[in-house]
Structures are given as C-alpha cells and as structure tokens.
C-alpha cells in the first residue's frame, strides 16, 4: 500500500517484459476459463474483441477505433 505511489509512477506507464508475458498468460487464462465455464460462444466473441482492439485502425465505419497506443 505504501509503495503503489511509486508503482503508478514508474510501472503502469512503462510495463517492462514481465508485464506483457503476465498480462498475457493472465488472458490466455481468462479465456480457457470462459471457454470451460460458459462455452465456446463467449470465447470466441472474447477473441473477436482482442482482435478488434489491435486491428480496429484497419477496419471500416462503425468498427473502426483507435486501437492500442504505441503500436504501429
């Protein structure tokens, strides 16, 4: 508690490998227990989403959002 001012300075704006490689097993997770929980639907449409928000610049119309920072 006492050190977060600290890791809101330094971390959130600067995620270092450790990061991403935890970030990412955490959603691989969040995905397989979606998929043995509610089924195959939520999964795909939970993918569809992670797709949308790292090609959404590329899409047309109404699809079309920002996408992720410092990518591109």
Do not use: H, K, S
Not at 48 to 69: E, K
Request: aromatic share 18%; charged share 10%.
């Amino acid at each position: 508690m006492f050190a977060y001012p600290n890791y809101a300075m330094y971390r959130i704006a600067f995620p270092n490998a450790w990061d991403f490689w935890f970030g990412v097993i955490g959603i691989i997770l969040c995905l397989e227990v979606t998929r043995r929980v509610l089924g195959n639907v939520l999964l795909v449409l939970g993918i569809v989403f992670l797709v949308q928000l790292y090609f959404g610049r590329y899409l047309p119309g109404i699809l079309r959002i920002q996408g992720l920072p410092g990518r591109g």
